[in-house]
């Protein structure tokens, strides 16, 4: 991929709304009871229940960038802060396969903050700054369960289109979801 960074240890996106940063060991600890909500794992591919030592692994292994997903493929995963606050308060990430300029963005935030444009401004940052300039992205995509209407709103407000449903695309705890 042109253009890709040789590291992203101190990598910093701003937005107007958001920090994104990288992925720190101490986020496993502060983000599980805020990824744990029941309302955050219904819309999101993660399956079984969150762990701290599950999380302190991934921790580490998004810590480094980019490292492999739990698709296998190469990730961008980053945290969202809100601004003039220091603490994690969800994560973004840009998943793509190495032989492919078609990315694909996913992400999830803490329930307190749903509703105030901060996915929207951390996906556009995301999109603008990494995908684009940094990764040479021909697309970005986004895998959203059908139901999931502010999800599609974040992406609607960055000018995706719709492109279809894929049906039974994704087991999650024992149940087929369409995306």
């Avoid at 040789?6 to 996106?13: G, H, I």
């Avoid at 060991?25 to 969150?50: C, H, M, Q, W, Y």
Wanted: one cysteine or more; charged letters at 20%; a positive charge.
């Amino acid at each position: 991929m042109a253009g890709v960074p040789k590291t992203f240890a101190d990598v910093e996106l701003i937005g107007k709304k958001v920090r994104l940063r990288p992925m720190r060991l101490d986020d496993a600890k502060l983000l599980l009871p805020l990824f744990s909500n029941p309302r955050v794992l219904e819309n999101i591919s993660f399956s079984g229940t969150p762990t701290l030592e599950g999380e302190i692994e991934w921790a580490l292994a998004a810590s480094t960038l980019p490292c492999i997903d739990h698709q296998g493929k190469m990730s961008y995963i980053l945290a969202i802060e809100q601004i003039g606050k220091s603490a994690g308060i969800g994560t973004l990430g840009l998943h793509y396969r190495i032989d492919s300029r078609l990315l694909e963005i996913g992400y999830w935030l803490a329930v307190p903050y749903w509703g105030q444009g901060l996915v929207t401004d951390a996906a556009r940052i995301m999109t603008t700054s990494l995908a684009f300039q940094h990764l040479d992205a021909v697309r970005v995509s986004a895998a959203i369960f059908a139901g999931n209407t502010r999800s599609k709103g974040v992406v609607e407000k960055l000018g995706f289109h719709l492109n279809g449903t894929r049906r039974s695309q994704m087991l999650v705890n024992g149940q087929w979801k369409d995306d």
